[in-house]
């Protein structure tokens, strides 16, 4: 029997399908409403309660802390699988096969190079200038460098713009960084792996051999796996709707990353770091500033605590808390900032307050840890969250696409003045 929904307006009954999730979650398909009631439309700011796709690629459920990439758990995904392989399953649906992956990486790899006058643009930009806005101007510089647009029905056609974004993007991901460190910049050795490259490229002194250590790669590769998706947040979303208009891939995806930037979203990892940086050069007492978390009277709140969706844990935070114990061992670092996030995280997890309201540290408390042990340095903390969600973003564009989704286009209620007559300055 068919699932409804029945609502009335004005006593007058219409009755909506109910759509069932492989999860069993149930949505209410509300595509007729505006026809069938002759007009009326959803009011729902943030999209709180709206569905805005069907989508085959992630599943969270923030209740019971379960993050899963096309059915396959989180925890897994990140103890077994490498960044490229978690890519590839996000974007094609399916782990790769060994002759697959090793495809895959190979043709990256063949479009990794970056044209010398996408250098000229960085050039350009202020040493100072955030990282996050370099890196959204040259993602959406590369369409200039490579115009020929997509043939979206063309399965080459897509796979070739994937691989070249997937290419491209680490080199300006380091780019960046060596900007603001004032770094010659590297294009990077094809002959290494992907992450050995991508570490190359970031850390490499131009008067020093580089080799990644074992927990370098081991850190980077859980960190990028952790972000790669997170179902329609606020910078997936972004990218869909920027791609519904069919703009090309690279100018969706550089529309995403300035969605990311906001503290509200993947800025929270640097607001971390500085939070900590904060407490440390007020004398280290982080008991005083628990104290005022709690205090209802100060607007104070501990960064990298508390989710918006994972209400119980975000399982993200459990796998990484582990990865950056693991990191500052095997690095022997040793950093009074550090000292705070251990000592803030040990009362708050054992305080009332935080206990009571379901608040334990999140992805982000424990990223920017890990981010500083590495020297990366606090800006560039969202351009690496931004590395991670890389192949999220590609998969979720092109899901979009395949499916043949209409143009974003909200409705809205209209709550200015009604129709009024022009009056001319003079007697204004
Ligand atoms: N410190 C102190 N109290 C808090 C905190 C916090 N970080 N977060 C929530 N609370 C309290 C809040 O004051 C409220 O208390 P009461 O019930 O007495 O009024 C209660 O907990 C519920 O808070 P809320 O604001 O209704 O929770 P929310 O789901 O709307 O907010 C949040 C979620 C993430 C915005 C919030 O927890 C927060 O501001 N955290 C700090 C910022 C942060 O770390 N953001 C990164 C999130 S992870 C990034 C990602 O996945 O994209």
Same mark, same amino acid.
């Given at each position: 029997?068919?699932?409804?929904?029945?609502?009335?307006?004005?006593?007058?009954?219409?009755?909506?399908?109910?759509?069932?999730?492989?999860?069993?979650?149930?949505?209410?398909?509300?595509?007729?409403?505006?026809?069938?009631?002759?007009?009326?439309?959803?009011?729902?700011?943030?999209?709180?309660?709206?569905?805005?796709?069907?989508?085959?690629?992630?599943?969270?459920?923030?209740?019971?802390?379960?993050?899963?990439?096309?059915?396959?758990?989180?925890?897994?995904?990140?103890?077994?699988?490498?960044?490229?392989?978690?890519?590839?399953?996000?974007?094609?649906?399916?782990?790769?096969?060994?002759?697959?992956?090793?495809?895959?990486?190979?043709?990256?790899?063949?479009?990794?190079?970056?044209?010398?006058?996408?250098?000229?643009?960085?050039?350009?930009?202020?040493?100072?200038?955030?990282?996050?806005?370099?890196?959204?101007?040259?993602?959406?510089?590369?369409?200039?460098?490579?115009?020929?647009?997509?043939?979206?029905?063309?399965?080459?056609?897509?796979?070739?713009?994937?691989?070249?974004?997937?290419?491209?993007?680490?080199?300006?991901?380091?780019?960046?960084?060596?900007?603001?460190?004032?770094?010659?910049?590297?294009?990077?050795?094809?002959?290494?792996?992907?992450?050995?490259?991508?570490?190359?490229?970031?850390?490499?002194?131009?008067?020093?051999?580089?080799?990644?250590?074992?927990?370098?790669?081991?850190?980077?590769?859980?960190?990028?796996?952790?972000?790669?998706?997170?179902?329609?947040?606020?910078?997936?979303?972004?990218?869909?709707?920027?791609?519904?208009?069919?703009?090309?891939?690279?100018?969706?995806?550089?529309?995403?990353?300035?969605?990311?930037?906001?503290?509200?979203?993947?800025?929270?990892?640097?607001?971390?770091?500085?939070?900590? *940086?904060?407490?440390? !050069? $007020?004398? #280290?007492?982080?008991?005083?500033?628990?104290?005022? +978390? =709690?205090?209802?009277? @100060?607007?104070?709140?501990?960064?990298?605590?508390?989710?918006?969706?994972?209400?119980?844990?975000?399982?993200?935070?459990?796998?990484?808390?582990?990865?950056? *114990?693991?990191?500052? !061992? $095997?690095? #022997?670092?040793?950093?009074?900032?550090?000292?705070? +996030? =251990?000592?803030?995280? @040990?009362?708050?997890?054992?305080?009332?307050?935080?206990?009571?309201?379901?608040?334990?540290?999140?992805?982000?408390?424990?990223?920017?840890?890990?981010?500083?042990?590495?020297?990366?340095?606090?800006?560039?903390?969202?351009?690496?969250?931004?590395?991670?969600?890389?192949?999220?973003?590609?998969?979720?564009?092109?899901?979009?696409?395949?499916?043949?989704?209409?143009?974003?286009?909200?409705?809205?209620?209209?709550?200015?003045?009604?129709?009024?007559?022009?009056?001319?300055?003079?007697?204004?």
């Amino acid at each position: 029997m068919s699932k409804t929904a029945v609502l009335e307006i004005e006593g007058k009954k219409y009755e909506f399908p109910l759509e069932v999730g492989s999860e069993k979650e149930l949505a209410i398909d509300i595509k007729q409403l505006r026809g069938a009631t002759n007009g009326v439309t959803t009011i729902d700011p943030g999209f709180k309660n709206t569905g805005s796709c069907k989508s085959a690629i992630t599943f969270l459920d923030g209740e019971q802390g379960i993050l899963r990439y096309r059915g396959y758990a989180i925890e897994d995904l990140a103890e077994k699988a490498s960044f490229l392989e978690v890519s590839y399953l996000l974007i094609f649906g399916e782990l790769p096969t060994k002759v697959q992956l090793d495809k895959f990486e190979q043709d990256i790899k063949d479009q990794s190079l970056v044209d010398e006058d996408v250098h000229k643009i960085l050039d350009a930009f202020p040493k100072n200038a955030h990282p996050m806005g370099v890196l959204s101007s040259l993602t959406s510089a590369l369409t200039a460098f490579n115009p020929k647009s997509v043939e979206y029905s063309s399965a080459d056609d897509m796979y070739k713009a994937i691989v070249m974004l997937m290419g491209k993007f680490p080199v300006l991901v380091s780019w960046c960084m060596r900007k603001m460190k004032g770094l010659p910049l590297d294009f990077g050795d094809v002959d290494l792996g992907y992450e050995e490259n991508f570490a190359m490229m970031m850390f490499k002194r131009p008067n020093k051999q580089y080799k990644a250590s074992k927990v370098v790669l081991d850190a980077l590769d859980k960190l990028l796996i952790l972000h790669a998706d997170h179902e329609q947040n606020c910078s997936t979303s972004t990218v869909r709707i920027v791609g519904s208009s069919h703009a090309g891939l690279f100018a969706s995806i550089s529309a995403g990353i300035s969605a990311l930037w906001g503290p509200l979203h993947g800025g929270a990892n640097q607001a971390v770091i500085e939070m900590l *940086e904060a407490i440390k !050069n $007020d004398g #280290g007492d982080y008991e005083k500033y628990i104290a005022k +978390a =709690k205090d209802k009277n @100060d607007p104070f709140r501990l960064m990298g605590f508390g989710h918006r969706v994972y209400k119980n844990f975000d399982p993200r935070a459990k796998i990484i808390k582990v990865a950056a *114990e693991q990191v500052l !061992n $095997d690095l #022997g670092i040793e950093d009074p900032v550090l000292d705070v +996030a =251990k000592g803030l995280s @040990d009362v708050a997890l054992n305080d009332e307050y935080f206990k009571s309201r379901n608040l334990y540290p999140n992805v982000d408390f424990y990223s920017g840890i890990i981010y500083r042990a590495l020297g990366i340095p606090v800006e560039m903390f969202t351009v690496l969250f931004a590395m991670g969600r890389l192949p999220g973003w590609i998969a979720q564009w092109k899901e979009m696409r395949e499916n043949k989704e209409p143009i974003g286009r909200p409705r809205q209620l209209y709550v200015g003045e009604p129709l009024r007559p022009y009056v001319s300055i003079e007697n204004r």
